[in-house]
């Protein structure tokens, strides 16, 4: 179940590797055409997002049993550009709370019901998790108590459910991210002096890892060159690192810090 971004491409390569024949249920104008074409026509379909009844029907008719989310759906979609149909319409009503969780969470139920399963979105890519440690070294590796600030941070604004990065320098928070996303947030820590920041990144307490995990790849690390951010500190064994051979190898060259903690 595939949005935009590398990460699906990734999962379909790594899903191959392990042998598997996959099928692609995408999503119109954030699934890449590129990526729905690496599958057969009839191990491939696309629906608009907030049609549930649609998937519903789709995913009964194809014999696969278990299902991945990977990839992003444009945040302002919950906004604009939303087509939910009946079925949607339906469960949305008896939701008390409407956020990611709690909606994902009833679209996983729906597809227990007829017999489909999700699977933790990082399945097939553990190598690709963030490891302990130091995982290369650039212009500035934060100190223990800088980086333990940072993570007290990250984890406290992760179990408020506001997000799950954080930039901190020397004690102080520049930037948290919320509903913009980590681009945005680590933009507007680059306005503020950042020499001796570091981008903290982690995991929601209880995250539900179907449909949710911390995700870093080449477009954050580019993201913080721009805004002169040089670490980034990642949750070992919960963070994705999308095509991590290069992730660390342009940190290199960027003179860029990534540790796992």
């Not at 799950?164 to 991210?177: M, S």
Request: contains cysteine; positive net charge; proline residues 5%.
């Amino acid at each position: 179940m595939a949005g935009k971004g590398q990460y699906p491409d990734l999962l379909l390569e790594r899903m191959r590797q392990a042998g598997h024949d996959p099928w692609i249920l995408g999503y119109e104008g954030e699934t890449a055409s590129d990526l729905l074409e690496k599958v057969p026509p009839n191990q491939r379909a696309t629906i608009k997002v907030g049609q549930l009844g649609k998937m519903l029907k789709i995913l009964s008719r194809w014999p696969t049993r278990q299902a991945i989310m990977a990839g992003q759906i444009t945040p302002r979609r919950l906004f604009r550009g939303l087509h939910p149909d009946l079925k949607a319409v339906a469960i949305l009503a008896r939701l008390k709370e409407r956020n990611a969780e709690t909606i994902f969470g009833a679209i996983a139920q729906e597809m227990e019901a007829i017999d489909r399963h999700l699977l933790d979105a990082r399945a097939f890519m553990d190598e690709d998790l963030a490891d302990y440690g130091l995982m290369n070294k650039g212009r500035y590796l934060p100190p223990e108590t800088v980086l333990q600030h940072g993570v007290h941070i990250a984890r406290e604004i992760a179990r408020l459910d506001i997000g799950q990065g954080v930039v901190v320098r020397k004690g102080t928070v520049l930037a948290v991210e919320a509903f913009e996303g980590t681009d945005q947030m680590l933009a507007r820590a680059g306005t503020f002096p950042k020499g001796e920041s570091v981008f903290v990144k982690t995991q929601k307490p209880e995250q539900d890892t179907r449909f949710d995990v911390p995700v870093f790849g080449l477009k954050t690390l580019e993201v913080m060159e721009e805004n002169g951010l040089q670490a980034a500190a990642l949750e070992a064994g919960k963070c994705l690192i999308l095509d991590k051979a290069a992730v660390l190898k342009e940190a290199a060259r960027k003179k860029i810090t990534l540790l796992g903690y």
